[in-house]
């Protein structure tokens, strides 16, 4: 009988690296159906393909040398912060590539389902996380998780360690912000 994902997490936090073995593909598994439902979401004619998203942020993930994996929200926690690099470095090569005004834009639902989806660009994502981080560290630790994830808040509030009720009023409260900055970047 295989060993469940928190105790192969105990053993890799113990220095098994074997662990990490038969770890890796569940990790894997879960981060292509992460991709699969980010990607769902991306403009029709996108060049990065939720296989290339996963290989790439795997990679970067199996390449951390010190790392604190307490449970599997921890891990995707990480998975979810890798694949937001990995989108947006390959926006930032694709934009540099075009050298035009193409914006590499993804599809970010921040009101909810009743208001639906809205067209961003990445980059411009990038420099809203980046301003918020300068603010509040965990409130875009909170949008890496939920966005790029695809964490439930209860998954997100046991990787942030908080409440699930301090969760959902902060991930209110990031939604609302992030909205109000990505309107006036679209304004301005």
Known sequence: MSQTFQELLSQLGNGN?????EMMPVVYAEMRRLA??????ERAGHT????????????RLVGQQQLDWRNRAQVLGLAARMM????????????????????AAVTLS?????????????????RALEELS??????????ELRFFGGLTIEEAAAVLEISTAT???????????LRRRLSTERRG
């Open 17 to 21: 690296r074997t662990a990490l073995d």
């Open 36 to 41: 699969e439902g980010y990607m769902r979401g």
């Open 48 to 59: 990065l393909q939720p296989t290339a998203v996963v290989h790439e942020a795997y990679l």
């Open 84 to 103: 937001r690099r990995v989108l947006l470095d390959h926006a930032g090569r694709r934009h540099a590539a075009k050298r035009s005004d193409a914006q």
């Open 110 to 126: 921040l009101a909810g389902a009743a208001a639906g989806p809205n067209l961003v660009d990445l980059i411009d994502l990038d």
């Open 134 to 143: 300068r603010m509040d560290e965990r409130l875009v630790a909170l949008i």
């Open 167 to 177: 969760t959902e009023r902060e991930w209110a409260t990031a939604r609302l912000w």
